[in-house]
């Protein structure tokens, strides 16, 4: 599942008037675009705009809707400042940032580095492989007899195109030094500082390009703090946009967002996911949904430099979902942190007296991480039997579980032995009971216009239909209940295909929002044995 990155807008200010976007929680048309088309919406108007920037001590710089936004409408279109890879990826092409192979990969006629062809659809452009790079990369030719070193240097690549920026596009550069970089907090620790030092700083040295050490660390806490994952498809890269790290964070987040690799600039619209009112606050996840508080808050401290205080990290429960709760071995209740907001808080069972401290409970999770780590991306019994054997370790809905059950979703009715028109009826309805289950859990965690939900109900769609069409075919169903099955079908199909619509056609979701739209029209075909569905 796709991890992204997020941030937030800092512009005419001090260097030390930024704040992170945290605590959001605490103050308070649906038509999808094809690609290859001009976004036409960077330069909105001020009119136009459906938010305003506000300030507080607490979130820094952040923003509220001004007016009605309704689900799936659009708020920021922004072209990238900057993309690149991301620090540590492996071999990938300059490009278009897909991975390559050692022995499948083309050198740049220019520089020499790699690239996945001569024809890469990221060649020449700046939010790939651009001209003022490859004349930059001459001088520095990779050394292909020392692969780790080469995939090394792919650490001071992004860092580079930031620094290039000052020079070959002012614009871009000032609006990429207008974002917090945290240096701050990113100095005083040990890890973050020497790791930049070696990984860029002192490479850029190496390869004979001078830069002041200080800007070129501000740059690397630029994109550390603000830059998005961007890609599908095997690309590894990260971007930075100028309106988008507006937006605060919220474990809960009210908005989607979506690159357009292929358009000029490669934009990122951001949509609203729920409604919006005058005065919300419009927010995303800067961390995985589907991770428990413990996880998430980790993550966020360690890369974003600050510690969630949200709705969600600050209840116990989740909002109700039991995404962290553990099942207490006496009662089977739910086992849960005395105070989410502190790591080292007491867990305590809230039916009974049975206690667990943060250490061991952290240790349990590591063992039950790395288990569920080591099952096959596609191996539908390793993950029913992870949760089997830890239903009495942990409440069904535990992020462990959610994942494991996130993986089956997808996996039933698609890999060998488990195809959907092959399968048992005991299956396809384990199919469904697994894709109800994550939705109880979205609409609480993703609600409204998220891809995981688009996606979970493309996937509940199709064992629903399966079983209809086969209590059809053994003449086991009335046509009144017939009508009623396929009107919800036809419900989640509509839905699915609104959502994923609003990706990119060539990406994984929006084929399946093609692949919506095309199980519509065949169900229309019903209507001519049982008149109109809806």
């Known amino acids: 599942m796709n991890k992204k990155t997020h941030k937030k807008k800092n512009k005419r200010r001090n260097k030390n008037d930024g704040r992170n976007k945290e605590n959001a929680g605490a103050e308070k048309d649906k038509t999808a675009v094809e690609d290859g088309k001009e976004t036409g919406a960077e330069d909105k108007a001020a009119e136009d705009l459906c938010y305003e920037i506000k300030h507080s001590d607490v979130m820094g710089r952040y923003i509220v809707a001004t007016r009605d936004i309704e689900p799936g409408e659009v708020i920021i279109t922004a072209p990238a400042l900057v993309v690149g890879p991301c ?3 492996g071999l990938i092409c300059l490009g278009c940032y897909r991975e390559l192979e050692e022995s499948h990969l083309t050198k740049c006629s220019g520089c020499k580095w790699p690239l996945c062809s001569n024809s890469c659809f990221g ?10 790079e490859c004349e930059t990369l001459k001088k520095i030719p990779p050394d292909y007899k020392n692969m780790e070193e080469l995939r090394d240097s792919y650490h001071a690549i992004t860092p580079l195109r930031c620094l290039l920026l000052k020079k070959e596009d002012p614009s871009k550069w000032c609006a990429l030094s207008e974002m917090e970089s ?153 086992v849960l942190s005395t105070d989410p907001l502190r790591s080292d808080a007491l867990w305590r069972c809230a039916e009974c007296t ?6 061991t409970v952290k240790l349990l999770l590591k063992r039950l991480t790395d288990e569920f780590d080591q099952i096959d991306a596609n191996d539908v019994q390793g993950f029913e039997n992870y949760l089997t054997k830890y239903r009495n370790v942990l409440q069904p809905n535990h992020y462990l579980n959610l994942s494991a059950k996130h993986s089956l979703s997808q996996l039933y009715g698609k890999v060998a032995d488990y195809m959907i028109h092959e399968m048992t009826e005991e299956l396809l309805q384990r199919k469904i009971e697994i894709c109800r289950d994550l939705m109880k859990v979205f609409d609480v965690i993703e609600p409204g216009y998220s891809r995981l939900r688009g996606i979970t109900l ?58 919506a739209q095309h199980a519509l029209s065949k169900i229309n075909t019903w209507e001519q044995i049982i008149g109109k569905i809806s």
């Not at 060649?123 to 003022?132: A, D, R, V």
């Not at 209590?471 to 079908?489: G, Q, S, V």
Request: with cysteine; aromatic share 8%.
């Open 87 to 89: 620090s540590g990826c």
């Open 182 to 334: 945290h240096n701050a907090i990113r100095r005083s620790r040990g890890d973050i500082y020497p790791m930049n030092d070696r990984n860029v700083v002192q490479r850029l040295k190496k390869w004979g390009l001078e830069y002041d050490d200080d800007e070129v660390h501000t740059v690397c806490g630029i994109l550390e703090v603000n830059a998005f994952e961007v890609g599908a498809s095997g690309a590894n890269a990260r971007a930075l946009y100028s309106e988008a790290y507006l937006l605060a964070h919220d474990c809960t987040p009210s908005t989607s967002h979506t690159d357009h690799e292929r358009r000029p600039g490669r934009p990122l619209t951001i949509r609203a996911a729920i409604r919006h009112v005058p005065g919300d606050v419009i927010s995303l996840c800067y961390a995985y949904t589907l991770q428990g508080t413990l996880k998430r808050r980790e993550h966020l401290a360690v890369s974003k430099f600050f510690m969630c205080s949200c709705v969600r990290c600050a209840d116990p429960t989740e909002r109700g979902t039991q995404a962290s709760s553990l099942r207490c071995p006496r009662c089977a209740g739910s």
């Open 458 to 515: 493309y996937e509940l769609h199709a064992p629903l239909m399966v079983l209809t069409t086969r209590a059809f075919e053994r003449k086991e169903i009335t046509k009144e209940n017939l009508r009623n099955r396929l009107k919800e079908i036809v419900r989640y199909l509509r839905e699915s295909a609104v959502i994923l619509g609003f990706e990119p056609r060539a990406s994984p979701e929006g084929l399946m929002a093609g692949a």
């Open 123 to 132: 060649l020449g452009k700046y939010t790939g492989h651009s001209k003022y």
């Open 354 to 359: 049975y206690e667990m401290s943060a250490a």
